[in-house]
């Protein structure tokens, strides 16, 4: 007998399905979709839930009176619309016989519409993305006060056995260390990318560098006085009753959609990461320990910027005059040549002086034999440690001392792994599944084959030979191409993959090493 789904099927709503709900924001059409939602959320912001098409018009044409980005409706398809976010999973259509005035509109009965719980949900986190201030990131410092008042008020009524009251304490002390977590990483990430472009907007940094350190210094010094207040209060919590705490929280929780079970496995996991944040039970530092730490390192880093940038105005050079003086000089130079010349002169990338020593008599060794098959050419140490030609400096020159062991063994493990990527490519002809040496051996294919590719010329096929086989990459638009493998499915989109025998490409089998 199947054992009774505790979801009601909610669940079958599989990720392939929850991501086409965001398929209008890369449509031809999207911001005609971004404006129709917002008038289905401008109506349910008023009661208003179910909308017939003439209804969405004129809710339309009200934010169109509003934003002068919006829309005129009088010019959109809003039925194609309506039934394309229908499609996608974004809105839900129904029929509304009661709107019908004559015999003839009852028959055809009238579509009506409404935001599904999923699509309204995609809809909101577009909302926050579009509406979101990246530059508005701060620490809350007022927060801690906040917290350590509810847990006071988590053990008093644990003790008490006012379940409703233990979970809306609980259900706040969740939401408010999400929201310390959030932004914390908003806050820091915000001062990574401040660090990374000081040198284009350099004003910004100076005129906001005193309330950043003073923001900064604020936080920590709250955090410092109310982390070990913090952790007893989460031990005279627990000394209440942790068990009957989190039976209390499962049993005025109101999802009818979990079962007690589930509802007190989830309350039990929310306490776990409460607890390692604010009093973990081993010696390990909380979660609170490191966030001090990251405080103090980012007041280090913007004291260090501060720095950086100061010197930089004061002498009138910056990594920004740097880069203008050399794109000026390739823009000056008069040749291809003079331009490699210059880009060799700054970034350092000429030849190293000891590859360019040949033997002393070169008819003795053989132009055909390869560095591995060919004997060494004995060097000078002081040209491959300080680039001076033997004879510049005083005394005996010294020779470079060789391990022939080492480079037997390089030679070894070089041929070997050669083999292996043969063995793991020929094999690609004709597996289902691959294993991790013939996905390595396609992913080595693959990026030869992308390299080729060539700006304006998307409808040319792209090929690599290598290892004894033939990767051929065919375009097709709107296709892709899945390929099984131990670990995954790696998916090629817009391209049809075959492997093919290329045996002009096989590498050279060699069964006895030779050095």
Known sequence: MPEPRTSFGLDDFGVDDRLRLFSYVNADNRLAYLWLLRAFDAARSSYHVVLHTADVQAALAGLAGIHHDCPD?????????????????????????????????????????????????????????????????????????????????????????????????LNRLDRALADVAERAARFYHMLGDLSRTHDIRPEVFLTHKDALLAHLRDFHDELQRYTPRLREAVHEVEATGLQRMIEAAAEADERIFATPVERIEDWRRRWGGLRSWLAP??????????????????????????????????????RESQLRHLAAWFIATGSDEAAHAVFDVVFGLGAPRHVGVAYLDPDAIPGRLSWWEAPAVELSRTLVQSGRMPGQGNGRIARIERSESSRRALR???????????????????????????????????????????????????????????????????????????????????????VTTAAHTAARRTETVTV
Not at 303 to 314: F, I, S, Y
Request: proline share 3%; charged share 25%; hydrophobic share 40%.
């Open 281 to 318: 039970e081993t010696d390990r530092p909380s979660e609170a320990d490191r966030l001090s730490g990251a405080t103090m390192a980012a007041i280090g880093d913007v004291l260090a910027l501060l720095r950086r940038v100061t010197e930089a105005r004061r002498g009138g050079v910056s």
């Open 73 to 169: 409706p009088a010019g959109l398809d809003l039925p194609r619309l309506l039934d394309a976010l229908v499609d996608w999973g974004v809105l839900d259509r129904g029929q509304d016989g009661t709107r019908a005035a004559t015999l003839a509109e009852y028959r055809n009965r009238h579509s009506v519409y409404q935001f599904t719980e999923a699509g309204y949900r995609a809809h909101r986190a577009v909302e926050s993305v579009l509406a979101a201030g990246l530059d508005d990131s701060t620490l809350s410092r007022l927060v801690f006060a906040d917290l350590l008042a509810d847990l006071k008020a988590l053990a008093t009524a644990n003790e008490d056995g006012d379940a409703e009251e233990v979970y809306r304490k």
């Open 412 to 498: 070894e493990r070089q041929v070997t792994e050669e083999r292996r990527q043969a063995e793991a490519a020929t094999s690609l002809i004709g597996a289902e599944t691959l294993t991790g040496a013939q996905a390595g051996a396609l992913r080595q294919l693959l990026d030869i084959a992308l390299t080729t590719r060539q700006a304006g010329r998307r409808e040319v096929p792209l090929a690599a030979a290598a290892f004894g086989v033939r990767l051929t990459l065919t375009p097709c638009p709107g296709r892709f191409t899945t390929v099984p493998t131990e670990s995954g499915r790696l998916h090629i989109d817009g391209f049809e993959l075959s």
